[in-house]
């Protein structure tokens, strides 16, 4: 990553939110509490799978690994807010800032396209049930669940590497929760066109394409569950996409929301709470719906934790 036209600056000032009136301590408690529990469900699920044989399946296997990137998610941006929050601020070098906001992109893409991937899963296990072990073998599950993460780390270097040769003359005090591509633009004297044109073509059909892919394979989902004609045998097969489906509206809604509708009107606290639904309490949300809503999960859980008697 090429440095050398950059400014003097040499680090930033993440404020975080810092108008809390006095009430630091307990928003740090409070997100702290949030960073461990997310950490906890998405690694109870990563193990709950490799450990249960009944889990073993394409399914919960892309399942760990929407929970991996959960992980990156919030262990990439709530650590640096908690310590924001807590002293006023936090000192974030130049190159830390830039790798904040590169893994912010590469893991909500990643996420992104692995939503797709386990929506086409759906898609197959319940429109072609009977073909679905030929379809969904070894080869193309471990090309679906690699490809997310390939296309993730790599398109997003179209925007990274511009910004990181971005001039800073307006101050270092980025007035948001994590580096951004916005809060970064304000601050530089650049001519940041270029860059947001690059974001613009690469990051539509990242965003785009995977969203129209899950409504119209959830389409055929919808149709095929309701010529079903057991009434437990719809419930059966909406119950295995309930789960993806509340995950998808969470997860796009935040980002919709947050990039999508134009942010005129939006003060700087409402971008701030809609970031901070994206990086901190979707992560969180995804394995609560996932050991709420799933029977499979649950029982894995029973039987993980079941207390076998002592002779």
């Keep these: 990553m090429s440095l050398k036209n950059r400014s003097s600056v040499t680090k930033f000032i993440l404020l975080g939110f810092d108008d809390l009136y006095g009430s630091n301590i307990f928003f740090f408690i409070m997100f702290l509490i949030i960073f461990i529990l997310t950490l906890s469900g998405n690694f109870l699920i990563i193990l709950l799978v490799s450990k249960s044989r009944h889990l073993h399946s394409p399914m919960y296997f892309f399942l760990c690994h929407l929970s991996f990137s959960d992980i990156l998610l919030t262990t990439n941006t709530l650590p640096n807010l908690m310590?924001?929050?807590?002293?006023?601020?936090?000192?974030?070098?130049?190159?830390?800032?830039?790798?904040?906001?590169?893994?912010?992109?590469?893991?909500?893409?990643?996420?992104?396209?692995?939503?797709?991937?386990?929506?086409?899963?759906?898609?197959?296990?319940i429109c072609v049930p009977l073909r679905y072990t030929s379809f969904m073998d070894f080869k193309l599950c471990m090309c679906l669940s690699v490809l997310p993460w390939i296309l993730g780390f790599t398109v997003n270097l179209s925007g990274i590497i511009p910004v990181s040769n971005f001039q800073f003359c307006d101050g270092n005090v980025v007035d948001h929760i994590y580096c951004d591509l916005s809060p970064l633009q304000k601050l530089s004297c650049s001519d940041s066109s270029f860059v947001e044109f690059l974001v613009f073509v690469f990051s539509t059909p990242i965003f785009i394409c995977p969203c129209g892919f899950i409504i119209m394979t959830y389409a055929y989902i919808f149709f095929t569950i309701i010529k079903i004609p057991s009434i437990s045998g719809r419930q059966k097969a909406f119950s295995t996409c309930s789960s993806h489906l509340l995950v998808v509206g969470a997860?796009?809604?935040?980002?919709?929301?947050?990039?999508?509708?134009?942010?005129?009107?939006?003060?700087?606290?409402?971008?701030?709470?809609?970031?901070?639904?994206?990086?901190?309490?979707?992560?969180?949300?995804?394995?609560?719906?996932?050991?709420?809503?799933?029977?499979?999960?649950?029982?894995?859980?029973?039987?993980?934790?079941?207390?076998?008697?002592?002779?």
């Design 251 to 311: 997860f796009y809604g935040t980002l919709i929301t947050k990039y999508m509708i134009p942010s005129i009107g939006h003060s700087l606290l409402m971008n701030k709470i809609i970031s901070l639904l994206h990086t901190v309490f979707t992560p969180l949300f995804n394995p609560i719906v996932y050991s709420l809503r799933n029977q499979d999960i649950k029982n894995a859980f029973k039987m993980f934790f079941k207390v076998r008697p002592c002779y």
């Design 83 to 125: 310590e924001a929050i807590l002293l006023g601020g936090k000192e974030i070098t130049f190159l830390g800032c830039i790798a904040q906001f590169y893994f912010f992109s590469a893991t909500t893409i990643t996420e992104c396209l692995m939503l797709a991937v386990m929506s086409y899963d759906r898609y197959l296990a």
